[in-house]
Structures are given as C-alpha cells and as structure tokens.
C-alpha cells in the first residue's frame, strides 16, 4: 500500500467516523463504533473500495493513530464535528499545555479564548512539537502556552484521547500565555 493511497484511505476515514457517516448511510453509536464490516461495505456501496487488511494497515501506521479498533469495530479517537460521547475519563492535565495556531486568530483568541469552533473540544498538546505541526496545518505556525494547573484548580476539565491528545471545552483568555 503506498503512501498515497494510506492517506487517502485515512482521510476517508475521518471524513466517515468524524463529520458525514451519514454521507454513506452510515450510524455510528453514540461513543462513535461502527462495526468495520459495515463500514467496509458503505463506502463500497458509494463508490470507495477498500480492504480489511489496507484498513488496518491505515490504522496501525496512522501517524497521529487517528483511529481505534475494538474486537469488530473501529471509531475516530478524537476530533469528531458530529455529537458523540466517546466515555473518555477526566484527567489531570499536565501543569502547561500547549495550542499550536497562526498570527491571524491571536486577536480574537486574546480577547475570547480559545473555543472549540467547529469541533468538540479545544484540542491542545502534551509538547510544543506537537503544537507546531498543528499550527504548522495553517501557515506559520503560533504556540500558546495553557497554564492546565490553574484551570484544572479552577474546575475546568480535561480529558485525554486515546492518541494523546488533549481535550477541554475551551480556554479562557487569562489561562493563555500568548507570544
Ligand atoms: C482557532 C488535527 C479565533 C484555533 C490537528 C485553530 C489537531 C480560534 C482553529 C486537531 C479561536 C480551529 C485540532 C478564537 C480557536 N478565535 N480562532 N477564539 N479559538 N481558534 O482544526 O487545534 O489531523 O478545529 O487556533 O493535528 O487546529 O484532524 O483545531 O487554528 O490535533 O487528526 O481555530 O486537528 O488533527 O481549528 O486542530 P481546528 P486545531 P487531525
């Protein structure tokens, strides 16, 4: 399987298991399983083929390991647009965490935040690497510092993914160390 068709399988993926299962007939449950054989066969009945083996080959070498699988099913560990409960435990965050974004949102991030916009939850980084390649997605790329510590005090919750990423509903301007 070549690169190529590994991220074009993978974006299928989370165009399907993240925003528009119903795009291809598809429900997922309300933690966000479907049942991989069902999957296997929607995207086929609308016109993408692929394999249990490439579909698992896509999931082991996944590079952020965007997808989970349990006995016979398969569902997105994070990042999800459409309403799913993935059961995800709270957590104690590390003491800083990190927001990786562009120049242009920094005013409106100083003055409201950081707000989940079109997904679930702010989604923030165990390290500033990280944090780069996220911002990086947008053009050059801007890190925040999250003081977790302080919120975590505060009350707010933080969850962590099963690929290690950091979810909270949203960040309040004076828990941000802006450049
Ligand atoms: C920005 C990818 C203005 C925020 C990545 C970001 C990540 C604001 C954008 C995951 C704002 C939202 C998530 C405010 C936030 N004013 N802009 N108040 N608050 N923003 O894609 O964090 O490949 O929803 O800075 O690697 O960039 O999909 O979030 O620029 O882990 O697996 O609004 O998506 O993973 O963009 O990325 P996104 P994100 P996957």
Same mark, same amino acid.
């Given at each position: 399987m070549d690169d190529r068709r590994t991220v074009k399988v993978s974006k299928y993926l989370s165009k399907h298991l993240r925003?528009?299962?119903?795009? #291809?007939g598809l429900t997922l449950d309300e933690a966000g399983w479907v049942e991989i054989d069902t999957l296997i066969a929607a995207a086929a009945a609308h016109g993408f083929r692929f394999t249990r083996e490439e579909l698992d080959h896509v999931v082991a070498t996944n590079d952020k390991r965007r997808f989970a699988i349990e006995g016979t099913r398969i569902r997105a560990s994070q990042g999800h647009? #459409?309403?799913?409960?993935?059961?995800l435990p709270a957590a104690t965050p590390p003491p800083y965490l990190y927001h990786g974004t562009v120049a242009r949102n920094l005013e409106s991030i100083r003055s409201e935040g950081l707000r989940p916009m079109h997904r679930h939850d702010v989604h923030l980084s165990a390290d500033r690497e990280t944090a780069t390649r996220v911002g990086a997605r947008r053009g050059r790329p801007v890190v925040l510092s999250v003081d977790a510590a302080a919120m975590h005090r505060d009350g707010h919750v933080f969850r962590v993914s099963a690929n290690g990423v950091w979810l909270t509903q949203a960040v309040p301007p004076q828990y941000l160390r802006l450049p």
């Open positions: 925003h528009q299962p119903e795009r #291809i647009s #459409i309403d799913v409960n993935l059961g």
